[in-house]
Nanobody, 121 residues
């Protein structure tokens, strides 16, 4: 069992930066692949970034490549978000799975409650 808690969301102007953090419980947390997903009002949840649990292979959605960076240590996964745009406004969720990193949200077993990110124009 893995419990996830996100933090770091907030209100920022376009062009600004935020760093999201997700802390995971459990002794085997470092073995889980982690993903960040987001859901804007009226839209489906979508993939943002993912990182494997072993050698840290990363994947990004095209919409955030070059602006967002996912990283992790033994207990947390981070999402550094730079050059934020109003279209990045959403609730951001971290997720974990006991396998390889994946862009498909349906393969993730554990989810946090989400943290709101609002980017003003």
């Amino acid at each position: 069992q893995v419990q996830l808690v996100e933090s770091g969301g907030g209100l920022v102007q376009a062009g600004g930066s935020l760093r999201l953090s997700c802390v995971g419980s459990g002794r085997t947390f470092s073995r889980y692949a982690m993903g960040w997903f987001r859901q804007a009002p009226g839209k489906e949840r979508e993939f943002v970034a993912a990182i494997s649990g072993s050698i840290g292979i990363t994947y990004y959605a095209d919409s955030v490549k070059g602006r967002f960076t996912i990283s992790r240590d033994n207990a947390r996964v981070y999402l550094q978000m730079n050059s934020l745009k109003p279209e990045d406004t959403a609730v951001y969720y971290c997720a974990a799975r006991p396998g390889g990193a994946d862009k498909n949200m349906w393969v993730y077993e554990y989810w946090g409650q989400g943290t709101q990110v609002t980017v003003s124009a």
